[in-house]
């Protein structure tokens, strides 16, 4: 497979370079353009929120949560934050991402008992999904170090192509 | 946040579909013939009879080197799922915040990416090997249960699609759900990768409501009974199939490491089920092994790490086994200290099973039985070195040959003493104290994992690749990837050796900022160390059709240094039997490229200086031209991003006098391009660096962009200067390439007619 040229700029150096330029480039591309497609994909900015079980709300704090954590009633939540908390309540983990606005976060981030016919729900917030951010020329620059670096992992057989079209030639220095 | 389900799967199809597409191009493009490897072009027919006898004959085959075939296989493709895994938990760190995936998701990442690449990805692949060339190197027929063996590997696949079903699941899921309402297919989305972490720690594993937690249990558990059937085999085969002339004082070293290795798992795994069984019944049944009212949560630590460590040695044996056999055929000496590398892997052996609780120096054990741990794994750092001592022996003052293995050995020898070394601070109970569950632990266990063992993999592929499939890889490229993954790896890993120093948690998707940069640079590390596996994929798959044929008995030389082994010897025969080969005594020459033609400057050629000039002078400026288009490309991107600014090229119409138009710039950049460059260009070829050509035009391209990169600078910074720069220096590489090649071609054309119309 060998034919024998060799140059160690182009037969290792360059591709060298190029899997460091793909991979600089995959690191700036890949959050790049998810930066710019996150808004069209989905509800980001809003927090997940955690519910626990009337149960598990009695274990954690034995009855008595004290006067420190937030007290919320099921009718003070805005809708988005009633339907989250509903769906949480179902879901087998206990998590669902409120979908909207969220008036209540502070209290959610601090830990709320929330109060929902009768019973007692201890609310947190576990994740606050945050939009992620990126310089607008990240992706682009990204993109275009993944093409140099595919051009610098290609450079060997492009080398060897050059050498004997420079041998044909009847070239070399 | 993204939807880890829709990218992996995709990620993992599009993968799959590539490898399958390279290996169905390069079959068709090339095929062996049974007159020794010519190549032609010819079509392959897909008979479905013959697909099916295929699909039948590797579903039943109880021969070792097809289910040794199948565990590589196997092995490399959960090695790369699991390697899926890892890039994109390396992608979440690149922001200190969680804003790619979620905390939960990024959680669930890391437990997948542990037990994939530790079940299914390194034990497989190492038992596969084993499986080829073990019986081979003891001179046994095949391996001593071949049914049992096959039936080893066949519990493997269901086992990881039980372990990581989750995904799977998940994946449907989303895809039902385009046409089913969410009530009916509820199980389809409550199912999700287990984030627990690897260790599966209790009470957390008890208590998180995921089903998918339990199949994880009964696959793990189905995983332990394959290794362990695994492991009975080897071993019998060891002790009763040696062929003549193997005793116990000269079995090789990869055999005593996999025999070693196999009692180790004989005395593991088991214990693994049971515990994986208690923790089922717990979470199922409302046992009380793991509660706090019962055995209580440390129990679980205990028994997970009874497994949990000699596991680290069952991973890490076999590619010392293999370190202590390749490494010498390429150092042209024997190895050094035999006896001594064989006490050391039995001590290994026997220590491995009295090192657990060092996982747990942090937990409320009493310390008197803490020290006695301590003692124990700073003690079974004596054998690791023994190994290591010897191999640099063996090394010392050989006739070192720098291929592909060798370079994967040499580089194995130094990750595994960083990786050892900062083992033995672990091993000491204030310095844990300090660095447990800091990325100073994950730091020291990748240079193992990430370092000797699978260098020591792909090692082997290279080495026994001529044997496996009678061709060559690409070994340049194979040096190439082996410096790579090295190189990937120190720079991964030995980054978050100094941010664990620093005192930075694992297992977080969300981190302080100020550690930033240096996540940046270990995520890069680990993309290079995925290309670099991507690589080696290619080199593998692609070889298999266009590598060239081993014309030789000995394709690495071992005869030469007295290192002709069994496994070799087999293939010696084979190829006797087969070719009716003669066994060789190669004396390999390598031919190296050396330019036939003398230097004859550019101005040299046929007819008067007169005509030569302006020969070259056409030539130059068709180049030119062919090379200014070329840039204008580049150069038009930049504009679109926006790092260049179309209004400088208005400046040099106004350098010549007319209106400040960019269009007219850009008329008089094309001429320019085409006339003045390359003229200039044949003026100072001669006196440029460069042995050929389009070399003197890469360099002249770069010295020119300096003078563009002044004039046609509008005042960018940041990100937008670093582009228009790196736009800049491209687009003038592409001119001179084009102006070159395009001159050299013109100039081979016109070679070629002055020599068929008898000139020259």
């Known amino acids: 497979m060998s034919d024998g040229a060799d140059s160690f700029v182009f037969q290792y150096l360059a591709p060298f370079v190029g899997v460091l330029l793909i991979a600089v480039g995959i690191a700036g591309a890949v959050p790049g353009g998810y930066a710019i497609i996150e808004p069209e994909l989905e509800n980001c900015g809003n927090p997940t929120i955690g519910v626990e079980g009337p149960e598990e709300t009695a274990e954690r704090f034995g009855g008595d949560e004290g006067p420190r954590l937030p007290q919320v009633t099921f009718e003070d939540l805005s809708s988005a934050e009633q339907t989250a908390f509903l769906t949480a309540v179902d879901d087998p983990v206990g998590e669902e991402q409120v979908v909207g606005s969220v008036p209540n976060a502070d209290a959610f981030r601090r830990g709320s008992i929330v109060t929902y016919e009768g019973e007692r729900y201890y609310v947190t917030l576990v994740a606050e999904n945050t939009c992620f951010a990126a310089a607008p020329l990240q992706f682009p620059l990204g993109v275009f170090a993944i093409a140099l670096g595919f051009l610098g992992i290609l450079a060997p057989p492009l080398y060897r192509r050059l050498v004997r079209l420079e041998q044909r030639a009847g070239r070399s220095k | 946040m993204l939807n880890r389900a829709i990218v992996e799967g995709t990620a993992l199809a599009v993968l799959a579909l590539a490898v399958l597409l390279l290996w169905l191009r390069e079959r068709q493009k090339a095929r062996p013939e049974s007159d020794g490897g010519y190549t032609t072009r010819e079509e392959i027919e897909f008979e479905i009879g013959r697909l099916q006898s295929e699909v039948y004959r590797w579903l039943t085959t109880t021969d070792h080197r097809d289910i040794g075939l199948l565990y590589i296989a196997f092995g490399t493709a959960a090695g790369l799922w699991g390697g899926v895994d890892a890039m994109m938990l390396r992608t979440e760190l690149l922001t200190p915040p969680a804003d790619i995936w979620t905390p939960e998701t990024y959680n669930a990442l890391f437990t997948t990416h542990g037990l994939t690449m530790l079940i299914f990805f390194v034990l497989p692949v190492f038992f596969g090997i084993g499986n080829y060339v073990l019986p081979l190197l003891i001179g046994a027929d095949d391996m001593a249960f071949p049914r049992v063996n096959a039936v080893g590997f066949w519990l493997l696949p269901p086992a990881l699609l039980l372990v990581r079903m989750g995904l799977l699941i998940q994946v449907l899921g989303q895809v039902l759900n385009l046409v089913l309402p969410a009530d009916a297919i509820r199980f389809f989305l409550t199912m999700r990768e287990v984030s627990v972490g690897w260790t599966l720690y209790a009470p957390l594993s008890v208590q998180q409501p995921n089903p998918q937690i339990d199949l994880l249990l009964l696959g793990l558990h189905l995983s332990g009974i394959a290794t ?87 991973l890490f044996l076999p590619a010392t086994g293999l370190m202590s056999l390749i490494l010498p055929k390429f150092v042209g000496r024997k190895l050094f200290g035999y006896q001594f590398i064989v006490y050391s892997t039995l001590g290994l052996g026997v220590l491995s099973f009295g090192v657990w609780a060092h996982h747990m120096f942090t937990t409320s054990a009493d310390p008197r039985v803490k020290l006695s741990f301590m003692a124990v794994s700073i003690a079974i750092a004596v054998p690791s070195a023994i190994k290591v001592f010897n191999w640099i022996t063996t090394m010392w003052e050989g006739d070192i040959r720098l291929t592909a293995p060798f370079i994967l050995c040499a580089g194995g020898i130094g990750t595994f003493i960083v990786g050892g070394v900062t083992g033995v601070f672990l091993a000491v109970i204030p310095v844990d104290i300090l660095y447990h569950g800091t990325y100073y632990v994950v730091g020291h266990f990748h240079l193992i994992v990430v370092g000797i063992i699978p260098f020591l993999m792909i090692a082997a592929s290279y080495y026994w690749y001529p044997l496996i499939t009678g061709r060559w890889y690409d070994t340049r490229l194979a040096r190439f990837q082996s410096l790579l993954i090295v190189f990937g790896s120190f720079v991964t890993f030995m980054t978050l050796l100094v941010i664990g120093g620093l005192g930075l948690p694992r297992r977080q998707a969300i981190y302080p900022p100020e550690y930033q940069f240096a996540q940046q640079i270990a995520t890069v590390g680990g993309y290079v160390i995925g290309l670099s596996a991507l690589l080696w994929l290619y080199n593998m798959l692609v070889s298999y059709w266009r590598g060239t044929p081993v014309t030789t008995t000995d394709p690495w030389g ?86 260049l600014d179309p209004v400088s090229f208005g400046e040099i119409a106004e350098l010549v006098g007319l209106p400040a138009s960019p269009a007219i710039g850009a008329v008089l950049f094309l001429i320019g391009g085409t006339v003045t460059w390359p003229l200039l260009f044949l003026a100072f070829s001669d006196y440029l660096p460069g042995r050929l050509l389009f070399e003197t035009g890469l360099v002249f391209a770069t010295l020119i962009s300096s003078g563009f990169a002044i004039a046609f600078y509008t005042g960018q910074s940041g990100l937008a200067f670093v582009g228009y720069l790196t736009f800049v220096v491209v687009s003038h590489w592409a001119y001179g390439i084009g102006l070159t090649v395009t001159f050299q071609y013109l100039k081979s054309d016109e070679v070629l007619q002055t020599r068929t119309d008898g000139g020259g």
């Open chain 2, 228 to 314: 362990t059937v695994g492991a009975i085999n080897f071993i019998t085969t060891i002790v009763y199939e040696r062929g003549e002339g193997v005793s116990w004082a000269n079995l090789d070293i990869f055999s005593w490491n996999m025999l070693v290795t196999s009692g180790i798992a004989l005395f593991a795994f088991p214990l693994l089920g049971s515990a994986l069984v208690m923790l089922l019944l717990d979470r199922n049944l409302g046992t009380a092994f793991f509660a706090t009212e019962g055995g209580g949560a440390i129990l679980w630590q205990h028994l997970f790490w009874f497994w949990g460590h000699p596991e680290v040695y069952i």
């Open chain 2, 558 to 643: 071992l005869k030469a240094t007295n290192q002709f082994t069994r496994e070799w010897q087999w293939f010696e025969q084979r190829l006797m039997d087969k070719y009716d080969m003669e066994p060789t005594e190669p004396e390999t020459t390598r031919r190296s490229y050396a330019p036939e033609a003398e230097p004859t400057g550019l101005a040299g050629g046929v007819g008067t200086v007169a005509q030569t000039v302006s020969r070259n002078a056409w030539m130059a400026a068709a180049g030119g031209f062919v090379g200014t288009v070329l840039m204008s490309g580049g150069l038009i991107t930049a504009i679109l991003i926006g790092v």
